[in-house]
């Protein structure tokens, strides 16, 4: 079936490492995405990697997917309070249609 | 500069009224998508447009009509609005088709908040 899980929600002092967790079921999946969604604004794509890569880093974030396990991750080091949002995790599958399946969303406080 | 934008970006209305969202992205994409964002924020996919043909189709009450006139445009009709309507609206593009080795991202508007009095 399709879903994805996120843990609802994150709190991490400014300056910490962030790590927001997501859980998918489907084992078709292709690309797994990350955006960001702020206040009253639209999402942002964050980053994606492909399933058949285990990390990815991009400046101050890390992806990890454990394609074993289905569990895909997101750090951010050195958390900012421009950081507070929702994160979305997210899958596409195989099929030709653009489809993503997305997560309930982790929102993320940061404290100064 | 807007890659994908949204009109109106609020809505407000009363039960059984017919309301239009209007999407528009000048990406050059070929695909878009609307989605529904819940007031818990979950968000999941209603439809899909490639170069206007409509090729996902979520179980969507057909009271929901997209109508894409061209691939840079995709607006939602809702007939007879129900109070379960409020929500907030977003439109997506993305560039199709896809290749496996390669991801499309989805680009996003900044959202129509409707609410249903």
């Known amino acids: 079936g399709e879903d994805v899980e996120q843990s609802l929600f994150l709190s991490v002092r400014e300056g910490d490492s962030s790590v927001i967790n997501c859980t998918y079921t489907?084992?078709?999946?292709?690309?797994l995405y990350w955006y960001k969604q702020e206040p009253g604004a639209g999402l942002q794509l964050l980053t994606y990697?492909?399933?058949?890569?285990d990390m990815k880093q991009d400046q101050r974030l890390t992806v990890l997917l454990n394609k074993k396990d289905k569990h895909l991750s997101l750090r951010i080091a050195d958390t900012q309070t421009g950081d507070s949002a929702i994160y979305f995790c997210a899958e596409s599958l195989s099929s030709n249609t653009g489809k993503l399946i997305f997560g309930q969303g982790t929102t993320l406080q940061v404290k100064p | 500069d807007t890659a994908v934008s949204q009109t109106p970006k609020y809505l407000v209305t009363q039960m059984g009224n017919d309301k239009s969202i209007k999407c528009e992205q000048n990406l050059g994409h070929d695909t878009m998508y609307w989605y529904k964002q819940d007031s818990k924020k979950f968000l999941k996919i209603m439809f899909s447009y490639n170069n206007k043909e409509l090729i996902i189709n979520e179980t969507v009450p057909n009271r929901f009509s997209p109508k894409s006139p061209d691939k840079a445009h995709l607006n939602l009709h809702i007939n007879s609005l129900e109070l379960g309507d409020s929500a907030v609206y977003f439109c997506?593009?993305?560039?199709?088709?896809?290749?496996?080795?390669?991801?499309?991202?989805?680009?996003f508007g900044p959202g129509t908040r409707l609410t249903v009095t």
């Open positions: 990697i492909f399933s058949n890569m």
């Open positions: 997506a593009s993305s560039q199709l088709p896809y290749l496996q080795d390669r991801s499309y991202e989805q680009y």
């Open positions: 489907d084992s078709s999946s292709t690309y």
